[in-house]
C-alpha cells in the first residue's frame, strides 16, 4: 500500500510504530520514514516518547525531521504516561498537518501504549485551545493510516501468553501500578497492525518449534498483515520498508477500530490447525448463566492467546457484554445494545450492515441475541472449551422459567470484570486513563 502524501486529501496520513522493544520501534520507524520520504519527495517528521523515566516524573518527547531531531520534556498529566502523551501528541499531530511540506508523520509509540487506544485518541478527544484551530480531535487534520507492529522472533509468544502486568514487566504507563497485562498489550499490538517485523534471532540460536508456532499465531491474528523478517544479516532498511509498505493489503485494519457487532474474524485468517495453533468459535443463541460463566471462562486463562467476543447473559438481556482475553488475562465489560431492546429512534441509527447480519438470524421471541466468541488457542483443547462454553449456558429448564426469574441470578460479572479477579475494579472512565479508549467505545 502507498502512503499518499498530503497534498492528495484533506488529512495528512499517520504510521503508528509499535512493540515491546523501543530499540526495534525507533530502527523501524526511521526506516519507514525515510522511505517514504524517498517516495514523495516531501518531508517526513518522526514524533516518539520515551516513557522509561516515568518514575522520575519524565516523559521525553523527540520530534526528528531528516537531519534535524529536537527532544525535550513534557510535563506529567496527573501521574499517567497514556494521558501525557495524548494531551501532547493530539494537538502537535494538528500542527504538523499545517507545516508546509509535509507528507505523513511516522509515530514512534512507547512500548507501554496501545495502538489502537493511540487511534481512538486521534479519532475521537476533542483538542481545544488551539489558536487558529476550531476544537475538534486530530482526526480534523490527520488519520492513522496504517500500523506497524515490531516482534521479537523468541520472546513473543511467551509475552503474548503469560499474566504478568506491564508494571511488573517494567513497562507501565502509570505512576500508580499499571493493571494492563503485558499479554494484552502484546496481542493488542499485533492484532491492530496492518504490517509485522519479526525481529529474527541468529540461526544458530533459533528454536525452529518456537519460530514455527510463533508464526502461526501471528498469522490467525493478524491476517493479511505484510510480514518480513530482520536478522542481522539482513536489516530493516529504508529499501526494504518501501517494499513492505507496498505489499500491505487494503483488508488489514488501517486505523479502523471494530464495533461490538463487527465481524469477528477481521480478514480471512487460516482456520486449519499448524503447530498446535488453531482458531475457533464458540456460537450459542441461548444466554449464559452468570454464576457457570464465570467458571467456565478459566478456560480460556490457560493455552490460549486471544478469545474476544459477544456475550448473552441472562441476568443483562439489553446489552451485549464484551468478553477479551489475553495470555493469562480477561476482561468482561458493557460492549452495546441489542438491537431486539431498542426503540425505533435507536433503530435508524443502527448500521445497515448490523441490522442486516441480525436479520439473518433473528429470532421471534429473542431477537439478535446470542453468544459469539472467537478463540486463539496454541495449546488448549478446543472441545474441551466448547464443552465447558455449552455447560455454561442455560438449560432447557431454565430456558422455560424466562427472564423474570433469570434476573434473580447472582451476577459476578456486574458491568465490568477481570480474571483473575481483583476486588477494586476501575471504572471505565479510569480505565481510559491507562488505555486512552474507554471499554465498549469502539
Same mark, same amino acid.
Given at each position: 500500500?502507498?502512503?499518499?502524501?498530503?497534498?492528495?486529501?484533506?488529512?495528512?496520513?499517520?504510521?503508528?510504530?509499535?512493540?515491546?522493544?523501543?530499540?526495534?520501534?525507533?530502527?523501524?520507524?526511521?526506516?519507514?520514514?525515510? %522511505?517514504?520520504?524517498?517516495?514523495?519527495?516531501?518531508?517526513?517528521?518522526?514524533?516518539?516518547?520515551?516513557?522509561?523515566?516515568?518514575?522520575?516524573?519524565?516523559?521525553?518527547?523527540?520530534?526528528?525531521?531528516?537531519?534535524?531531531?529536537?527532544?525535550?520534556?513534557?510535563?506529567?498529566? $496527573?501521574?499517567?504516561?497514556?494521558?501525557?502523551?495524548?494531551?501532547?501528541?493530539?494537538?502537535?499531530?494538528?500542527?504538523? $498537518?499545517?507545516?508546509?511540506?509535509?507528507?505523513?508523520?511516522?509515530?514512534?509509540?512507547?512500548?507501554?501504549?496501545?495502538?489502537? %487506544?493511540?487511534?481512538?485518541?486521534?479519532?475521537?478527544?476533542?483538542?481545544?485551545?488551539?489558536?487558529?484551530?476550531?476544537?475538534?480531535?486530530?482526526?480534523?487534520?490527520?488519520?492513522?493510516?496504517?500500523?506497524?507492529?515490531?516482534?521479537?522472533?523468541?520472546?513473543?509468544?511467551?509475552?503474548?501468553?503469560?499474566?504478568?502486568?506491564?508494571?511488573?514487566?517494567?513497562?507501565?504507563?502509570?505512576?500508580?501500578?499499571?493493571?494492563?497485562?503485558?499479554?494484552?498489550?502484546?496481542?493488542?499490538?499485533?492484532?491492530?497492525?496492518?504490517?509485522?517485523?519479526? %525481529?529474527?534471532?541468529?540461526?544458530?540460536?533459533?528454536?525452529?518449534?518456537?519460530?514455527?508456532?510463533?508464526?502461526?499465531?501471528?498469522?490467525?491474528?493478524?491476517?493479511?498483515?505484510?510480514?518480513?523478517?530482520?536478522?542481522?544479516?539482513?536489516?530493516?532498511?529504508?529499501?526494504?520498508?518501501?517494499?513492505?509498505?507496498?505489499?500491505?493489503?487494503?483488508?488489514?485494519?488501517?486505523?479502523?477500530?471494530?464495533?461490538?457487532?463487527?465481524?469477528?474474524?477481521?480478514?480471512?485468517?487460516?482456520? $486449519?490447525?499448524?503447530?498446535?495453533?488453531?482458531?475457533?468459535?464458540?456460537?450459542?443463541?441461548?444466554?449464559?448463566?452468570?454464576?457457570?460463566? $464465570?467458571?467456565?471462562?478459566?478456560?480460556?486463562?490457560?493455552?490460549?492467546?486471544?478469545?474476544?467476543?459477544?456475550?448473552?447473559?441472562?441476568?443483562?438481556?439489553?446489552?451485549?457484554?464484551?468478553?477479551?482475553?489475553?495470555?493469562?488475562?480477561?476482561?468482561?465489560?458493557?460492549? %452495546?445494545?441489542?438491537?431486539?431492546?431498542?426503540?425505533?429512534?435507536?433503530?435508524?441509527?443502527?448500521?445497515?450492515a448490523h441490522r442486516a447480519m441480525a436479520a439473518l438470524r433473528w429470532d421471534d421471541e429473542y431477537g439478535d441475541r446470542h453468544s459469539s466468541i472467537v478463540i486463539l488457542a496454541y495449546r488448549a483443547d478446543p472441545d474441551r472449551i466448547r464443552t465447558a462454553l455449552r455447560r455454561a449456558c442455560l438449560?432447557?429448564?431454565?430456558?422455560?422459567?424466562?427472564?423474570?426469574?433469570?434476573?434473580?441470578?447472582?451476577?459476578?460479572?456486574?458491568?465490568?470484570?477481570?480474571?483473575?479477579?481483583?476486588?477494586?475494579?476501575?471504572?471505565?472512565?479510569?480505565?481510559?486513563?491507562?488505555?486512552?479508549?474507554?471499554?465498549?467505545?469502539?
Open positions: 500500500m502507498e502512503i499518499k502524501p498530503n497534498n492528495s486529501g484533506p488529512r495528512t496520513p499517520v504510521v503508528l510504530v509499535t512493540g515491546l522493544d523501543r530499540g526495534a520501534i525507533a530502527r523501524v520507524s526511521d526506516a519507514v520514514a525515510a %522511505a517514504t520520504q524517498t517516495a514523495t519527495g516531501a518531508a517526513v517528521p518522526v514524533v516518539g516518547y520515551d516513557l522509561s523515566q516515568l518514575g522520575s516524573g519524565m516523559v521525553t518527547r523527540t520530534v526528528r525531521t531528516g537531519e534535524h531531531t529536537v527532544v525535550g520534556t513534557v510535563e506529567l498529566e $496527573h501521574a499517567c504516561g497514556s494521558c501525557t502523551v495524548r494531551a501532547d501528541l493530539l494537538p502537535l499531530l494538528r500542527q504538523l $498537518h499545517r507545516r508546509d511540506g509535509v507528507a505523513a508523520v511516522v509515530v514512534a509509540l512507547d512500548p507501554a501504549l496501545e495502538p489502537e %487506544a493511540v487511534t481512538w485518541a486521534v479519532e475521537n478527544v476533542v483538542v481545544t485551545g488551539m489558536p487558529g484551530f476550531v476544537d475538534a480531535p486530530a482526526a480534523h487534520e490527520v488519520r492513522v493510516s496504517m500500523t506497524i507492529a515490531c516482534v521479537a522472533e523468541m520472546d513473543w509468544l511467551e509475552a503474548a501468553t503469560g499474566d504478568i502486568t506491564m508494571a511488573e514487566a517494567g513497562l507501565a504507563a502509570a505512576v500508580s501500578e499499571d493493571e494492563r497485562t503485558l499479554a494484552q498489550v502484546a496481542v493488542g499490538q499485533v492484532e491492530f497492525a496492518d504490517a509485522l517485523i519479526i %525481529a529474527g534471532c541468529d540461526a544458530a540460536a533459533r528454536d525452529a518449534w518456537l519460530t514455527a508456532r510463533t508464526a502461526a499465531v501471528l498469522k490467525r491474528l493478524a491476517p493479511g498483515a505484510a510480514m518480513v523478517m530482520e536478522i542481522p544479516q539482513r536489516p530493516f532498511t529504508p529499501q526494504v520498508a518501501a517494499v513492505l509498505l507496498a505489499a500491505i493489503p487494503d483488508d488489514t485494519p488501517h486505523g479502523r477500530i471494530a464495533g461490538p457487532f463487527d465481524s469477528l474474524l477481521r480478514g480471512s485468517p487460516p482456520l $486449519h490447525e499448524d503447530c498446535g495453533v488453531m482458531l475457533f468459535e464458540f456460537w450459542a443463541q441461548r444466554p449464559f448463566h452468570p454464576g457457570r460463566l $464465570h467458571e467456565a471462562v478459566d478456560e480460556l486463562l490457560d493455552g490460549v492467546v486471544r478469545a474476544r467476543g459477544r456475550l448473552w447473559l441472562a441476568t443483562q438481556p439489553n446489552r451485549a457484554l464484551w468478553l477479551e482475553s489475553a495470555g493469562g488475562g480477561l476482561r468482561v465489560d458493557a460492549g %452495546a445494545p441489542w438491537l431486539a431492546a431498542m426503540d425505533d429512534d435507536e433503530l435508524d441509527t443502527a448500521e445497515p438449560t432447557d429448564d431454565e430456558m422455560a422459567q424466562g427472564q423474570v426469574l433469570w434476573m434473580a441470578y447472582d451476577d459476578p460479572f456486574g458491568l465490568e470484570h477481570a480474571d483473575p479477579c481483583r476486588e477494586d475494579l476501575r471504572t471505565p472512565d479510569q480505565a481510559s486513563d491507562n488505555s486512552m479508549k474507554p471499554k465498549g467505545q469502539q
